[in-house]
């Protein structure tokens, strides 16, 4: 079955400090990956993508993550949070056809320590 | 890319009415996802509205409770029907190209039923 697993329901991170955000997924053909962001009150913004090629994917506000086949994972990493950088962030798999739906992760809730 | 339109952004409903949330696409797509974001949780796709035909639900949602209309390739409405306090929530309008795109989103409606 597809799925995607976000094991870590809240994170604290002081301000300034390194963050990753783990992402485990199972899926029955190479999946396309996404990370998305929500802020409080906002939609869903996308931060980076994975399709094929580098397997290091370079995002908006200074994300980064890693594609690891063996491992089933896409991790999301940045070197220095911000402040505002605290909100809820989802892995997400597909769509790979037309009719495909986006499965989501339940999400990780990132707090700021100041 | 898409930009994404959804109304209303918010609204406080009285139990046993109705809501109808509206959602526009600055562009022709072929599928539209509408989505739940319950408190606290991920996203729960509701259903895919194709154009031209009857929207297709998940599992535990069915079209007496949600019925989506699909008139056209940029537009489309979800109503929550005979509302309870179960059913605040965040409703999401989402499109997608498939393929090696991501999927957009618009802000969402943050509905709270009392």
């Known amino acids: 079955a597809q799925s995607v697993t976000q094991p870590d329901i809240h994170i604290t991170v002081s301000e300034g400090a390194s963050l990753e955000l783990r992402c485990n997924y199972s899926?029955?053909?190479?999946?396309?990956l996404f990370w998305y962001v929500q802020s409080p009150g906002q939609g869903l913004q996308l931060l980076l993508k994975?399709?094929?090629?580098?397997?290091l994917v370079q995002g908006i506000k200074g994300f980064e993550a890693e594609f690891k086949r063996s491992q089933s994972s896409f991790n999301l990493r940045k070197p220095s949070v911000h402040w505002s950088d605290a909100a809820e962030y989802f892995c997400?798999?597909?769509?790979?056809?037309?009719?495909?739906?986006?499965?989501f992760g339940k999400g990780t809730r990132l707090h700021i320590l100041p | 890319s898409a930009v994404i339109s959804q109304k209303p952004s918010r609204d406080i409903c009285q139990r046993g009415t109705s809501l109808t949330i509206q959602c526009q696409v600055d562009?022709?797509?072929?599928?539209m996802f509408w989505y739940r974001q319950q408190p606290g949780q991920s996203l729960t796709l509701i259903a895919t509205?194709?154009?031209?035909?009857?929207?297709?639900?998940e599992s535990g949602f069915v079209i007496d409770k949600f019925p989506i209309s699909r008139p056209n390739l940029t537009f489309s409405t979800l109503t929550v029907s005979n509302m309870s306090p179960e059913d605040s929530s965040i409703y999401l309008c989402?499109?997608?190209?498939?393929?090696?795109?991501?999927?957009?989103f618009g802000q969402g409606t943050r509905l709270t039923v009392v």
């Open positions: 989402s499109v997608g190209f498939g393929g090696n795109t991501e999927a957009f």
């Open positions: 899926y029955g053909a190479t999946p396309y």
């Open positions: 994975y399709f094929s090629g580098d397997t």
């Open positions: 997400a798999v597909g769509p790979l056809n037309r009719d495909d739906k986006i499965i």
């Open positions: 562009s022709q797509v072929t599928m």
């Open positions: 509205a194709n154009q031209g035909s009857e929207a297709t639900y």
